[in-house]
């Protein structure tokens, strides 16, 4: 069983918080992280900066530029990250975009992706049938979970077959929109209620829109957990005290 796998057998609402490696500081990755795992964090999503984020609203968007004029580059994370399993236990899940990871050769980034101890993917911009043509059987050897996203205008045909090649857990989007944007989940209810009647393979984690405990509880009463992404961004970027203001925030979701 994998680490992501395993995160889901206790039965408790999992919360997967996305961070941007190399934000606020360059050298800010790991602190967050432990940070992250310290207070009550399930799974760790972290976010490679990329110049055209497509799925990112404003304030990611922001703190992925804020962690390139840092200097932060796919190689300097790997090296960040290198001795990442001595101190972090929980799994650990890259997001980013497909252009600079084959920039760095997609074999050769999986390969230390698995090296430092990373335990899937999320690359919104990979089509399924690249995926299923060129990349499964690299990422397959790697060991490494490729999860893939849906949304509510997702058809049900494609929704199981989605599922049916992700690993790890399947990322359902709430809304169309980018994430941060403002939305009522009571909007998206029925949408997350179809997907738990579907009995996928995958547990569902439920994204976009989510920052508080009583978002946090409405979008996982049809789901297997929820995702946390802008909230904490915010909470970060003016707060020198990452430990601090990481378990303020994370005590406004879980307590």
């Known amino acids: ?16 918080v996305y961070c941007t490696a190399g934000f606020p500081e360059l050298n800010s990755t790991l602190p967050v992280m432990e940070a992250l795992q310290e207070n009550g964090a399930d799974i760790i999503e972290l976010g490679m900066p990329y110049s055209d984020p ?18 932060m580059t796919i190689k300097v994370l790997f090296e960040q990250l290198k001795d990442m399993r001595s101190r972090i236990r929980i799994p650990v899940v890259l997001m980013g975009y497909l252009n600079p990871v084959l920039q760095y050769g997609f074999r050769r980034f999986c390969e230390d992706a ?15 049938l690249e995926f299923e043509r060129e990349y499964r059987a690299i990422l397959e ?4 979970d490729l999860i893939f996203l849906v949304t509510p205008e997702t058809s049900e045909e494609r929704i199981r077959r989605i599922d049916s090649l992700s690993s790890g857990f399947l990322y359902a ?3 169309s929109s980018t994430t941060g944007s403002d939305k ?7 949408y997350l209620a179809r997907l738990s009647a579907m ?16 978002s946090f509880q409405t979008a996982t009463k049809h789901t297997s957990g929820a995702i946390i992404g802008t909230a904490y961004i915010r909470a970060l970027e003016n707060n020198s005290d990452i430990a601090a203001a990481t378990k303020l925030f994370l005590q406004g979701i879980l307590e």
Do not use: C, H, T, Y
């Not at 069983?1 to 997967?16: A, C, E, Y």
């Not at 009995?199 to 976009?208: A, C, D, R």
């Open 1 to 16: 069983m994998s680490r992501i796998q395993s995160v889901f057998q206790s039965g408790k609402k999992v919360l997967n």
């Open 54 to 71: 497509l799925a990112d609203g404003p304030v990611i968007q922001e703190s992925g530029s804020r962690a390139l004029a840092n200097g």
């Open 114 to 128: 698995a090296k430092v101890g990373v335990d899937g993917l999320i690359l919104p911009d990979l089509p399924i």
């Open 141 to 144: 050897e790697f060991g490494l």
């Open 173 to 175: 989007v709430s809304s």
């Open 184 to 190: 009522s989940f009571a909007d998206v209810d029925a």
């Open 199 to 214: 009995k996928l393979k995958n547990p569902i984690l439920v994204g976009f829109g989510i920052r508080d405990r009583e």
